[in-house]
């Protein structure tokens, strides 16, 4: 059984930082690649970067560029969201997705083109 599983949300202060923990779980194939996204209350969920492994691809909207940084450990199949400079308009609940074979894209990651999805994780950034 394929699973998505996240971790490492919480609770900070305006420019505080988190770092976010997406594994897989039950992925037989080599290469995938993982999306993040975020919903927060009121809004459309939002793709925010993407990473596609063993290449190292990544990419970031505008919205979090400079300021998230993807990484990962491909042979624990597990990708790392380091979120600095936090702000109050990055409180949202936080999803990590993911896909076999997914080569991210310059054009952003969309969340149709995700198969499997995480449970999400809340991140609050307090003023």
């Known amino acids: 059984e394929v ?6 949300g919480g609770f900070v202060h305006t420019g505080g930082s988190l770092r976010l923990s997406c594994t897989l779980s039950g992925f037989t194939g080599d290469s995938w690649g993982v999306g993040w996204f975020r ?8 793709g925010i970067s993407c990473l596609s492994s063993p290449d ?3 990419t970031y909207t505008d919205t979090v560029k400079g300021r ?3 990484s990962s450990d491909h042979a624990k199949k597990t990708v790392y969201l380091q979120m600095d400079n936090l702000k109050p308009e990055d409180t949202a609940v936080y999803y990590c997705a993911a896909r ?3 080569l991210c894209s310059a054009y952003g990651v969309f969340a149709d083109a995700m198969h499997y999805w995480g449970q999400g994780t809340q991140v609050t950034v307090s003023s």
């Not at 699973?3 to 490492?8: I, K, L, M, R, T």
């Not at 919903?39 to 939002?46: I, S, V």
């Open 100 to 102: 076999p074979f997914y």
């Open 56 to 58: 190292g691809t990544t």
């Open 68 to 70: 998230f940084t993807l």
């Open 3 to 8: 699973q998505v599983v996240e971790s490492g």
């Open 39 to 46: 919903q927060a209350p009121g809004k459309e969920r939002e």
